[in-house]
């Protein structure tokens, strides 16, 4: 993909456009609790994370890895940007320690999580061209320190992130554990019920190799996009023996060597977010244009309707009277011609439709059947009192006819 169009996405996540109602297409990264999320996330960026027992991603990491060429044979440029505006510089060594301290700033030093996103920027020879949104991982059981709630505050960070038509779910899955009991799974079959948009990660492939193979090719759990299975970095590996590590897996083990080449590596896992960061950007952003350009054009229209700069005294006199002016000419329509043209949506509060309810509110208090009052019919005092009255006329006019005297 051309990283400008992506640059483009990312400058319209950063004005938070979402706000607005406007959905961008996203990768988002969702997992439980020690599913190795972390450990994916730095392999693709080929930088350390923050690492610890409990949540070790306590807010929204919005990562964007650019392949930056100018950064070959030097050091990459990472930056964070959080808060009200606020950037940081930082390095390879310290960046887990930014990390650590931004998320601190954000939801407090303790365990707890916040809904404000931190962003990441990573310029890098060689790294794959993609954002992506790493979410708290899922966890039951609260401890030490996090709240009582803890679940539901993640369930409802991760379900606003991939509700969205426009979210592609990255599902990480330990190979250690049966896919269809990962909370992760029930929670993103419950906005993607066929898994359209659901791409699983598999990690910890040489820890449990046992039955990997049918896992991934049997599908129980609808994962749409595929499967990718993985090696973690472990304990001191750089990130390029990490790869050649996982290679030789691969391509050695016994049980794992089945697994279809398609589906195995960390490279095969950027290329294919890639592929579909591509395709669901070139799907999405027609229709993001689209709706940028109606909320323009309704917010310049709400502008010109806006009282221009008033500079002096007899402007505001002015301005005062054509609002005046305008009020009036809305109340003669409404009250005097009956006129709603203004109020297409308030039916229900036009004069009309308000004399219809007074009029069936009256009708419910009428007896069905013409009471008698001394023998005579309903209404025949007041029928008396029309026809004394039918001599009394103005010059010039026509004498009405007599009213009817039945009932």
Known sequence: MPRPLLDAVD?????????????????VVVGDQS???SSVLESLAGISLPRGQGICTRVPL????KDDHSTAGSQPVLQLEYGSGRVVTTSEAKVADAIDEATAEIAGSGKGISDAPITLVVRKRGVPDLTLVDLPGITRVPVKGQPDDIYDQVSRIIKEYITPKESIILNVLSATVDFPTCESIRMSQQVDRN???????????DKAPEGLLDKVTMDDVNIGLGYVCVRNRVGDETY??????EERLFKKHPLLSKIDKSMVGIPVLAQRLMQIQAAIIAKCLPDIVKQINDRLSRSS????????????VADAVR??????????????????????????????FHGTARIAEMLNAYAKKLPTECPRRGGDLFLMEEVHVLEETTGIKLPDFLPRSRPSSSC
């Not at 919005?62 to 890895?65: D, I, T």
Request: overall charge negative; proline content about 5%.
């Open 11 to 27: 400058r319209l996540r950063h004005l938070k456009v979402t706000q607005e109602g406007i959905q961008l297409p996203t990768i």
């Open 35 to 37: 599913s190795g999320k």
């Open 62 to 65: 919005v990562m964007q890895l």
């Open 195 to 205: 898994g359209e948009r659901t791409l699983a990660v598999v990690t910890k492939s």
């Open 240 to 245: 390029d023996q990490a790869r050649a590590e």
């Open 301 to 312: 229209g709400e502008l010109e309707q806006m009282p221009p700069d008033l500079n002096n």
């Open 319 to 348: 301005a005062f009277f054509h609002i005046v002016k305008r009020a009036c000419t809305s109340l003669e329509k409404i009250l005097v011609r009956g006129e709603f043209d203004e109020y297409p949506d308030d039916r229900h």
